[in-house]
């Protein structure tokens, strides 16, 4: 799963192999269908192929995406429920790519509308004046996807329409039809229209939303207009609102087909996946190389974040959080790295004292817990490390490890130290020169050595065999009294 994505991109339109009329349209065999049964013709066509009906959406293949290939054969509309950062907006927006990629709408058309079956009094007149000679332009299917963001100030008029009063001052009368400036939902008729926290939407909004998909029609001072529109209607929630105890309407409610429940990643490695697909890493600046660890780490601080006791876990913990905080520590890894002089920039374990801030506002901690949030990240922190330091790490020889500290020795480390201070430790405490090599890997730089040395310190504190003085960034290791 993933952040949101934009819909597909728009090619250049080739005019010259497609009608421009209406009778050359219908010469042409072109058949008018429902968008219903265009997202079922195309996503048959992939089912049947063995493709995916969504691409760049991760960790929803064996649970969210087959009900949604379900809710699509069967001609359903579709609420998604989940907590914010699920992919809810990314996988409606991937719904545009099922859409065909062009289709014939009357030309100067607000509503898109069909050249055989026209609804708007726009349409309907200029294809009773000018019959098969009916101009006729090609509508891209991004231009067929409609969004909107429900809010309690949301008004009839956004999604509905309003008398638009310039077209009033130009002469026509109130009562002509022609004066109607239409919302957002017919502006999307032939297509895909998506409200974002349906619940949000005031009582009133939803009746007359309820009135254009149901009814078919429109009901604007004192118009009353027919308006048979052809749409998909998807729509996201949060779980805890969408109950019979939240604000959504009864009727509206039982207008969808399909109720599908998103989830977050289910695993670290998924979660790995999706901050390498969705983080902007900025390699066209500089050399930067991420451990696997250290990615792992990020992700893992996520995992444990919405298994916590401590969080509201009804406003869930996004996979932006997991992303915003790989970026924020990468960002300080660079920072350090400008000033040092390093040439690669490696992320550190001390660099991870970065998240704060991008943690900070992304979690919502409990009220006994309140004031609290910086302790708790660094708790999380901590556990992340030990996680995956044991799952990955193998010391056999952790005695002579221990013995490089007899003597009082202590180890600097800190996000503004160079890559040379680590190579100093390692000469003067050969012991821990093997297995540093062996997490940083063979043919590992100077700064993936340091980095990997500092995961070895803090996972060997973390074990409970060496202390740990900690300030902010800045850590310093030695033997653990006995």
């Not at 008029?157 to 957002?184: F, Q, W």
């Not at 998807?234 to 207008?255: C, F, H, M, Q, S």
Request: no cysteine; aromatic share 4%.
């Amino acid at each position: 799963m993933t952040s949101a994505a934009e819909p597909t991109s728009k090619p250049t339109l080739p005019v010259e192999d497609l009608p421009s009329t209406l009778g050359a349209l219908r010469a042409s065999g072109w058949e008018s269908t429902s968008v219903a049964d265009e997202l079922r013709r195309n996503a048959t066509a992939l089912i049947a192929r063995g493709e995916p009906i969504v691409t760049g959406v991760l960790g929803f293949d064996q649970t969210v995406i087959p009900q949604l290939e379900n809710a699509i054969l069967a001609g359903h509309d579709i609420i998604l429920l989940g907590e914010r950062g699920q992919a809810k907006t990314r996988l409606i927006r991937a719904l545009v790519d099922l859409l065909d990629e062009w289709i014939p709408v009357v030309a100067g058309s607000e509503i898109n509308d069909d050249p055989y079956h026209p609804v708007s009094r726009h349409a309907k007149n200029l294809v009773a004046e000018l019959g098969d000679e009916t101009p006729i332009s090609w509508l891209h299917r991004s231009d067929r996807y409609g969004e909107k963001l429900a809010t309690p100030d949301t008004s009839i008029a956004d999604l509905i329409g309003e008398v638009d009063p310039i077209k009033v001052a130009e002469g026509r009368y109130l009562s002509d039809e022609l004066t109607v400036h239409y919302g957002l939902v017919p502006r999307v008729n032939r297509g895909i229209f998506a409200i974002n926290e349906l619940p949000d939407l005031a009582e009133r909004i939803q009746v007359g939303l309820l009135n254009v998909l149901e009814e078919r029609d429109i009901q604007i001072r004192g118009h009353r207009i027919r308006l048979p529109l052809d749409l998909v209607l998807v729509a996201t929630a949060n779980p805890e609102d969408y109950t019979n105890r939240g604000r959504i309407i009864t009727p509206l409610k039982d207008r969808f087909g399909a109720q599908i429940r998103t989830h977050y990643p289910r695993e670290t490695s998924l979660e790995v996946q999706i901050l390498r697909q969705e983080a902007k890493v900025p390699h066209d600046l500089y050399q930067v190389v991420v451990p696997d660890y250290l990615e792992e780490i990020v992700a893992e601080f996520s995992q444990l974040a919405r298994r916590s006791g401590l969080l509201n876990q009804r406003s869930g913990v996004s996979v932006r959080l997991t992303i915003a905080n790989y970026e924020s520590v990468i960002a300080n890894a660079v920072r350090r790295t400008l000033r040092t002089g390093d040439q690669v920039v490696v992320p550190r374990i001390s660099d991870l004292a970065a998240i704060v801030t991008s943690t900070q506002g992304k979690i919502e901690i409990e009220a006994m817990e309140e004031g609290r949030e910086e302790d708790l990240i660094a708790q999380f922190v901590a556990a992340s490390v030990l996680q995956v330091f044991r799952r990955r790490v193998v010391l056999e020889e952790s005695a002579e490890l221990l013995d490089a500290f007899e003597g009082g020795v202590v180890v600097h480390a800190g996000d503004d130290l160079p890559a040379a201070a680590y190579l100093e430790v390692l000469a003067e405490l050969p012991a821990l020169e093997p297995p540093t090599r062996v997490i940083a890997g063979e043919g590992a730089g100077p700064e993936e050595m340091a980095a990997a040395l500092e995961f070895l310190l803090d996972g060997l504190h973390l074990t409970k065999r060496l202390n740990k003085d900690a300030s902010g960034p800045r850590a310093l290791y030695r033997q653990k009294k006995r």
